[in-house]
T-cell receptor, first 115, second 116 residues
Framework: AQSVSQHNHHVILSEAASLELGCNYS??????LFWYVQYPGQHLQLLLK??????LVKGIKGFEAEFIKSKFSFNLRKPSVQWSDTAEYFC?????????????FGKGTMLLVSP | KAGVTQTPRYLIKTRGQQVTLSCSPI?????VSWYQQTPGQGLQFLFE???????NKGNFPGRFSGRQFSNSRSEMNVSTLELGDSALYLC???????????????FGPGTRLLVL
């Protein structure tokens, strides 16, 4: 089945550690890729998105992601995490042949950053 | 611009009842999508509305329905509630001005539904 996979359900890091969250999708063809974040008690917010062009995209709060088409991956990275990055992170894919504004989400990765 | 708003924020119902949730998109946005978020299944697509028409539907039973009004506001309805319907229901809006799959969806805070 076509899906979006996030490799880690839970990640625990200390402040200043580097972060990489994996995301793989199984769709062929053209896709648009997103990372959303859900801070505790807050709504889902867009971190960054990839539509086309430079496969390395930068988002808010120092996050970046790299689209590797050959690996069907869109991993999220941050060089140095902060306690305030504690949140749940969702990778999402929108497929061109869907014709609609429909996102398929991964199951999410809960990131806990200890001070 | 004001963000996506959803009402009510919290709701408690009992099995067998029905419920209606409301969503107001960002001003000017014409596409509204609904998602169900649960700890076990994550975020799952329910349906999308554009210009008062359901444009796409996820894999949910017919108890889940929705509609969109001429001002782009949307409602979703769940009839004959089951315990498993307890979830956070998220509404998202997008401009609906261009190629649908290239648009970014902006999410509301959600309505947390508890079915007892």
């Amino acid at each position: 089945a076509q899906s979006v996979s996030q490799h880690n359900h839970h990640v625990i890091l200390s402040e200043a550690a580097s972060l990489e969250l994996g995301c793989n999708y199984s769709y062929g063809g053209t896709v648009n890729l997103f990372w959303y974040v859900q801070y505790p008690g807050q709504h889902l917010q867009l971190l960054l998105k990839y539509f086309s062009g430079d496969p390395l995209v930068k988002g808010i709060k120092g996050f970046e992601a790299e689209f590797i088409k050959s690996k069907f991956s869109f991993n999220l990275r941050k060089p140095s995490v902060q306690w305030s990055d504690t949140a749940e992170y969702f990778c999402a894919v929108n497929r061109m042949n869907s014709g609609y504004s429909t996102l398929t989400f991964g199951k999410g990765t809960m990131l806990l950053v200890s001070p | 611009k004001a963000g996506v708003t959803q009402t009510p924020r919290y709701l408690i119902k009992t099995r067998g009842q029905q419920v209606t949730l409301s969503c107001s998109p960002i001003s000017g946005h014409r596409s509204v999508s609904w998602y169900q978020q649960t700890p076990g299944q994550g975020l799952q697509f329910l349906f999308e509305y554009f210009s008062e028409t359901q444009r796409n539907k996820g894999n949910f039973p017919g108890r889940f329905s929705g509609r969109q009004f001429s001002n782009s506001r949307s409602e979703m309805n769940v009839s004959t509630l089951e315990l498993g319907d307890s979830a956070l229901y998220l509404c998202a809006s997008s401009p609906g001005q261009g190629v649908a799959f290239r648009e970014t969806q902006y999410f509301g805070p959600g309505t947390r539904l508890l079915v007892l």
